[in-house]
């Protein structure tokens, strides 16, 4: 068992320049886009959760503007720098990276959630933007901790989290003992995946199209009967999942606080920074 978890960081943390090269549709709530372009041949695929600040053009701006500056102290000079001249910054998860894709050269997949009825200009990016387009994206490595080394895992995640819950049942040791609770919009964006023995997918779609994503794998998470022994959980969606799903199993369940990675990925009503 890790005493100390340490997020996983990359070692060589720098703005990349990527350009779209494909879109392609997942399920009726979802979109693959496909960045390519020689500035991935710096990037280092990680597996599990891996995430990276995506920047994009703001409105009115004609030309992307990268921050010059890496590991923490972009923000610091975004901050510093006037609105007009910052670039949008929106966080996203590597669904898959191939060395060689089909373009040729490097290839890194993300799904976006569509959320039409108060697009952000992520999302709105991610359904419209022209094929060539560029943006910048900066790896901020993972959250879920590989190295925790506990008897089972539980993940949780709404559809914004959908990408990152994949990507760790895809990575985890095949024997791993392991439940995950993934809520969607509906049936139709279950996507398939291979599994091990040992590990159990709950797709929670939701009844009602106007229910705040995440309630419903919050309450499923509240009913389950989990694994006996030392878990692991990772809890990732909108803010109230994360929250609400790290108080059930510290203050109920009487799960340690670091055996709970939980992050809130987007809140409702709220736009992410600038
Ligand atoms: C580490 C990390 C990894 C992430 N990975 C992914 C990923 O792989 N795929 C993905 O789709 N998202 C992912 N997200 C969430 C994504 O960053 C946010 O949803 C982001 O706010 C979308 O930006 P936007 O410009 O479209 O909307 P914003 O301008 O941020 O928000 C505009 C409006 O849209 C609403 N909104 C934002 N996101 C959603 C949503 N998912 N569903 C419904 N309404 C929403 C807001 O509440 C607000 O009212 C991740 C977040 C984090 C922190």
Known sequence: MAKHYRPTKPTDPRVLTAQ?????????????????GPGLEH?????????????????????????????GLWYAQYLTTPKSARPLVRNYTVRAFRAAGESGGPELDIDFVLHDEHAGPAGTWAAEAPIGSEVGILDQGLSFDPAHGAEHVVIVADESGLPAALGVLASLPRDARVEAFIEIPGVEDEQPI??????????????????????LALETLRAAALPSGRGYAFVVGEQSLPVGARRHLVNEAGWDKSDVTFVGYWRQGAAYMG
């Open 43 to 71: 990037f280092t695929p990680l597996g599990y959760d891996q995430w990276f600040r995506m920047f994009l053009p703001r409105e009115g701006q004609d030309q992307l503007r990268l921050p010059s500056r890496t590991s």
């Open 20 to 36: 779209l090269v494909r879109r392609t549709g997942v399920s009726p709530n979802l979109v693959r886009v496909t960045l390519g």
């Open 194 to 215: 291979e599994l091990g023995e040992r590990m159990r997918v709950h797709w929670l779609p939701r009844a009602d199209a106007h229910a705040k994503p995440g309630e």
